[in-house]
């Protein structure tokens, strides 16, 4: 499988597969900052117990273990060359389902600029233009205005509510979906993608 060589390359963003050097800046961006400690907006407060060898060894075994039919690629987003984010796309059953879950994060100091609301679009063109995808879903803590504002501007609507529990006290998670008819378009360049890859 190829899926290393694909690329997805914005007006201001380039999304691809980080080398094992890469994901260490990455992991640094991390540890510098990506939400006040008093706030998680992850399903999973990942971010409370950051380590190096469990970073690393969490992207390579994600893409390691990756199929046709099952897989998730956590892009590292690079805004000139440098790592600000990553941005995930993954699925299950890919080629009957047609369907995509999204997920993503910056490092603070890159926030508040449009570029969470680029690196979606970025994905979406990937799975709706690329890959043929039916629908792509999503979703927001209670509290996540950035995670929120950016679902909106993209075209998705709310589909149902859930509760997630990231640091032990249950709050309420929105669920969100938009489908290939309502995708809008965006202009990304598309490298390196080889629909065999993904059992298509």
């Known amino acids: 499988m ?21 994901l260490v ?15 998680m907006p992850f399903a999973i407060a990942w971010t409370d117990e950051l380590g190096l060898a469990r970073f690393l060894d969490f992207h390579e075994t994600q893409l390691r273990e990756s199929r046709p039919e099952d897989w998730t ?9 440098r790592p600000i984010g990553s941005q995930t ?13 999204t997920g993503s994060w910056l490092g ?32 927001y803590l209670d ?3 950035a995670s929120r504002r950016v679902s909106e501007k ?8 859930s509760t997630l529990s990231p640091r032990g006290e249950p709050v309420p998670h929105t669920d969100v979906r938009i489908d290939r008819a309502d995708w809008r378009g965006y202009p990304v360049e598309i490298s390196g993608l080889d629909p065999g890859d993904f059992g298509l």
């Open 89 to 101: 796309i993954g699925a299950e059953g890919f080629p009957e389902k047609r369907t995509v879950q």
């Open 154 to 161: 993209l075209g998705y609507r709310s589909v149902g509510t």
């Open 73 to 81: 690629l956590n892009f590292v987003t690079f805004r000139e060359g």
């Open 143 to 145: 509290g996540n205005d």
């Open 108 to 139: 603070a100091p890159w926030q508040r600029r449009g570029l969470g609301t680029e690196m979606r679009a970025a994905v979406l063109e990937l799975a709706f233009r690329g890959l043929g995808a039916h629908a792509a879903t999503s979703g």
């Open 2 to 22: 190829s899926f290393g060589d694909i690329s997805l390359r914005t007006e201001r963003l380039e999304l691809r597969l980080p080398s094992r050097g890469e």
């Open 25 to 39: 800046k990455l992991f640094r961006v991390a540890e510098e900052g990506i939400h006040p400690p008093e706030s």
